[in-house]
Structures are given as C-alpha cells and as structure tokens.
C-alpha cells in the first residue's frame, strides 16, 4: 500500500486543481522529478480542462501517458453520446453528453446551450423520442410570445422575451438538426450488417465526425484540449473497423436481427476493450486516468475528484453501467485498486471539491477500503495570476477585466448598457445593484448566471407561486371583479373583498377545490407532490397552511377594518425624490401583490402587501437602510398613482405576507409590518399582525407618518440608479454578498480586491 494517503476537500473544483498543481510545485521545489508525479482524473472533461488553464498559469508542464481507450477519446465518446440519444428516446441528460463533445461543433454551435438552458428550467427530462422535444418547445415558444405581447402591453421588460424567443427558436433549430441524423425507430429488429452501415451514415457522417477530424488534421489542431489529432485519427479507424468487424461476425454466426439497444450494447463492448498506444509526447506530469496507472508506479499519485457517485469512472464508462452494471462495478474496483497500487511506497492524495452546482458533496465510498487515510480540510491555494504579475494592481486589473461584449471602437455607448440606462427600475434591481454593481452587471445585463433546477421537488419560489395564483384565484371567486377602468374612491371601495367568519368552511371548500383544479391543470405528478398537497390541505389531524391562512386572513379582517381591493396591481410611476438641492425624478416599474384599504373617517387608509413563502427574514433595518427597497417603492408608488387620480389616500403599513412553507412552522403564515404609523400600530398588541423590531437608531420613526419615513428612505437608491446611468459597476459587495454570488471567476475579487470610493477606472 501506499505510505499516506490523504483524502482532502477543496472549496470547489477550481481549487481542486490548484491544490494539486501546487503540491507538484511544492515537490519539485523539494528536489522530486516531474516524473515522479501523477495526476489522476477520473475523466470528467470538466478537470482537464481546468488543469490545461490553470496548469500554464503555474508553470507546470504535463504530460500525456498512455496506452490509451479507444472508448475514452473524443471521437469514441461522441459516437457512444450519440448512440445513447438515440436508445435512450432523446434523454435530456444525453443530449448534454452529447453536446460536451468538443467534435461536435457544428452541431452545437447555435442553440446547444439555450436548449439545455431551457430544458432545465421548462423541466423537459427527455426519453419520450424527439416528437416531445418538438411538442414542448413549440409550446414554450407560443408562451413566450404570448408573453411578449403582454409585456409590450404593460411596458415589462420586452427586450428579456424577446431574447427569450430568439432562444427557443434556437433551440428547435438544433433539435431540427439532430433529428435529421439521429431519429430513427429504435424498437424495431434490424440485422447486424444494416446496423454497422447505419451507424456509419447516421452518427458518423450524419453529424460529420470525420469532417470534424479532417479539419483538425488541416488545421493541425488538438480537438478540444485533451486529444492530439493522430490519436483521434487512430481511434477513429480502430471504431470503423470495429463495425467492420461486428457486421462480418453476425453475418458469419448468423446472429439473430436485435433491436437497436441491444445492438449497441453488444457492439460497444467491443470497442471499450479497444486501445491505442501513443507514447508520451512531452516531459511533465503525468496525467493519466486510473485505468491507464496500470503496472505503473509514482512517488505521489494526486486524484481529483474523489466524489461519490463519480469515482471511479472513466469518460465512456456511463455506458457501462446502465447496461451492464455488474462489469461497471468491476471496472470501478479495479479503478480504484490501480490507483493504490501505482502509489505503492509512496503518497496517495485524494483531492474533492466540497460543493458541485451549490450541493454539498460526500467522498466516494472507495473511501471505505483505505481505513489508514487521513482525512483533511486542504488550505485555500495561493491563485497563479496573483503571484506571478508584479504589475500594479489598479492597471492589471483593467487589463484583465475588458470586456469584449462593450468594446465600442469609437466609445460609443453598447446597446446593453443603452438599455439599461433607459429602463424602469424595478426594486429587485436596485436590491441587485446595492448588493454589488458588478454583480448586477454580470448576472442581469450579461446574463452570466446560468438558472438550475431540480425536476424532482417544487423550489421555493415555484410553491409561492402555487400559492400567489391559488389566494388570488380564491378572491376573483369570492368576489369577480371586471377590470378597474376608473380609480375613484367609490370604485376602489366597492372593489374590497370582505370575508364574511360565518362563511369559513364555505371558503375552506373554495380553496380545496381550487387546490384540486391547480394541481390538475399542472400535471403535479412531482415526486413530493403528495407531500406537497397535504402541507396545503393538512390531514384530518392538523389544519394545513392554506386553512392556517384562511382564518388568519378573516380575523385580521376582522381586527383591523382592512380588506384587500386591488390585485396584482402594475404601476409605472416617475416617483419624486429628494436630491438635496433639487427633486429628482425616479422612473419605477412595481408590481403590487395586493393592496389593502380601510375607510378611517373621511379619509381613505391603505397597505401594500406582498406574499412571500417566509417573512421572518424581512426585518426593518434593512429597509431603511435600503438595501430591501420593495416596500418604500410601492408605497411611493401607490401614493403617486392615486394622487394623480384625485383620490386622496394616506399608506400607513406595508406588509409582508408570508404562507409558510411547512406546518411544523407555528409562526406560518404570518403577517409581518415593516414600516408603519402610529394610525397602523396604534396604542395595544395585534393579534394577526406582527411589527418588525424597531432598533434604537430608528427608534423615531414611528413617530413619523408614513410618507415621511418613506421620503427619508428613497433617496438611498438615487447612488445606484446614477452609477447606472454612469455605465460603471464598480466590484463593491455588500457585507456577505460574494457568500452567495457566483461571479467571483468574472470580477476577480479574490485577486484584486473590491473597488475603493475614489478608484474611479475600478470597475467594468
Ligand atoms: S463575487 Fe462579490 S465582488 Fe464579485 S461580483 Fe459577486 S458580489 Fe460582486
């Protein structure tokens, strides 16, 4: 065995990689050879192309060691991605293996992303055949549209959707082209000589895999990072004969016709025991996959990506194991038995990333056959740019940080930011742009953040929808209502939805139709659906969240003297705001969950409200401070439109409504007041509204009316809405804001540091 092994745990895979380019350093620094060291991946193209960029930043050579798979090239793994499509009735997962083959760029090159893109966040898991493709993507492109209209309409941000139906229509071309290569009947029985040649015309020709191998041979080029050309020249030929070969034997054995599934397995079986020697084209590291350490020795074997439920695996070897996972688990064993033994005498490391894609990874269980490894938390490492530029930090850093998508040759201002800087803010965005301007930059005018979703569970977001469209579903019903033509006081008072308490179970029935109806319309076969409707609906033994909301929503009726009247309420107001020496016009869009009023004498009282699934993390301070603008603004906002209207109303709360997203929740729902007035408060306790806590810094607010403390508030968002209009977005986080952001390979901050208040030029 191996004299240390180590299983360490990076912060993610990008530090993975460095770890272990700086123990080669440290080693060679120590007097080892290049020689001595191997870097062992697992096979993940995510690693290799990690280590082929960060390996030249720290000056590490590497090596290629072989004898090498015919499976594992990149050739070898496009053919096997695609036969999967094909017998797997066009899975999503395999349309994306198929699309990280770097060979298959013409294919790729428009739409791959947005279709994996929209897959991901329209749900489409794939196995139904390419008809569902077509069926759901037409469908998503008719929404969008639909969309933009009303968009356009309200004056929403028109321009989203219609980059939103560029997307689709993208998407449905690349769908188009595969299908035009790969759709085949994959049921039906075929002899073996029509599936070799069918192989050939379909994956091979038909997504021009020997035009892509020519014009890298022309080019001399390596395909992708991590595969020479004569390699995959080699592993191309040795695939063809193989196809030869499997049509010469079924016709020699008279093999019985298979369906197309069965022939794959049978074939590719073949080609997995395939493998090329090429030699090592250059000193350095050895990077080598755990099968090609075999009767190999080293002082240090490094591995990356020593996580469960991807360890050990070879690139290619997913085949295995859904069709034969007995020989999968026995390659996996062997993998694993290389590795130890090619670091007989030696050191063994062990290297994971602690979170993939914001989940938290565990050690693969392989972990369980070396008892005598020590497990331990590997220090952040040193980053290569860092060390090695000696330029000062300021200059460096706008060197790196150009960003081509801006680089208007004559200065002139790029369509984006034009963009940008004529909109209506919402609040979410002035969040966005208090939290970090580059931030904002990166995610929501270059789009960098990619969304992901789980198909298995509702996300937090989706189950406040499910209860927005479900408590405003019950209202119209209650109480249908046309659409608000005039806004006067007598309409707007009639419009107040009052929830009679003697007619309580008559709503509890109201609702549990509607649930029944929602989840209908939606197909809610999710797996914790079940679980999903019985935290709505509750059992015979305890009241769900939807019967918890309903008699809170009649005893706060009842309490206050408020009901809601205006629902979902758009407005797009130019607000005024103080700007010191002059007032400032402040363009807003909102979008108001609903709007409560109450009849105070002559005069007319109201409260904004929004519905979120939790409230308690809502507190004042940050509202005040401005950093949780939503509220300030729909107040303006509703002041403003009403005003202009001739209808003369005081705002004396905003309120989060929360419906709780589970029933061992005692505080859900709730109702929790973040700015109000002494009108709102009043003198004793409420018992179906909660007021945030008041620090002692704000202790004089309350004594203010509402519209003052609103009128102190806004000015705050003036800043961002000038470095908007400035074209800057300068790399300054708020207090934890870098936590959760994951822009941090974009703005450098770990390099560079956040922007300070006179560094002008420190930004995009
Ligand atoms: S990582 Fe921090 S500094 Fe960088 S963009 Fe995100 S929030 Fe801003």
Known sequence: VPQQITIAQCASRLDEVRTALMEVRHMVASG????????????????????????RLYGVPLAMSLPRRVATTRIGAAIAAACQVMTGGWQRIDLQRLFAEPLLESIRATGAADLIEIALRDRIRGGLGVEHWHERLEWGLQATLASKERASES?????????????????RGVVQRLESHLHV?????????????????????????????????VAGQAVADDSVIEVELEAFDKIRDSLTLYASLAQDHELPALTLAEHVSAWWGMVEKMSIDVGTHHAGVTVATPAELRSRRFRHVIVLGFIDGEFPRTAGSYFDEELLPLVARRLDAEAMADMLVAAIG??????LPKMIDDTLTIP????????????????EPPVAAHQHDTRDVGEAYRAQQHVQLFAGAQGEVPE????????????????????????????????????????????????????????????????????????????LLSRRVELDPAGIERYWELLCRLVDEYAERHAWTHTYAVAERQALVGSPAMAGLLRRWLELEIEYQQETGFAP??????LQEDLVVDGGAVSVALPITARIDRVDLRQAGDDLEFTVNDYKPSASNYAMNAVVEGTLSQMPIYLKATATWLARHGVPATGVGAVYRSFGSSINQAEDPMNKVVLYDQRLKGAGRSRTMKFAQISKSLADLPELTLAEQVDRILPQLLAPRAEILGGTFAVRPAKYACQTCRMSEFCRIRQWGPATADEKGHHA
């Open 185 to 217: 009947a994959s049921t039906e029985e075929l002899p073996g000589v029509d599936f070799a040649s069918m192989i050939m015309e379909s994956v091979v020709g038909g997504l021009q895999l020997d035009e892509a191998l020519e014009r890298a041979l």
């Open 565 to 570: 009247a205006l629902f979902e309420l758009t």
């Open 346 to 351: 030696g050191r063994l490391t062990m290297l």
């Open 364 to 379: 693969s269980t392989f972990a369980a056959l070396v008892p005598q490894a020590q497990f331990v938390q590997a220090d």
């Open 32 to 55: 080892g050879a290049l020689t001595d060291i191997c870097l062992c991946l697992p096979g993940s193209t995510d690693y290799r192309q990690l280590l082929d960029q960060q390996a």
């Open 416 to 491: 984006e930011i034009a963009q940008e800087q004529s909109r209506r803010m919402s609040a979410s965005r002035f969040d966005a742009m208090t939290k970090c301007p580059f931030a904002y930059l990166a995610t929501k005018v270059m789009r960098l953040d990619t969304a992901s979703s789980d198909d298995a569970r509702l996300t937090a977001l989706e189950r406040g929808n499910v209860m927005h469209e479900l408590i405003a579903e019950f209202f119209h019903r209650v109480m249908p209502r046309q659409a608000l033509a005039d806004v006067t006081r007598e309409e």
């Open 155 to 171: 004056g929403d941000d028109v321009f989203a959707r219609d980059r939103s139906v560029r997307a689709y229509e993208r998407a």
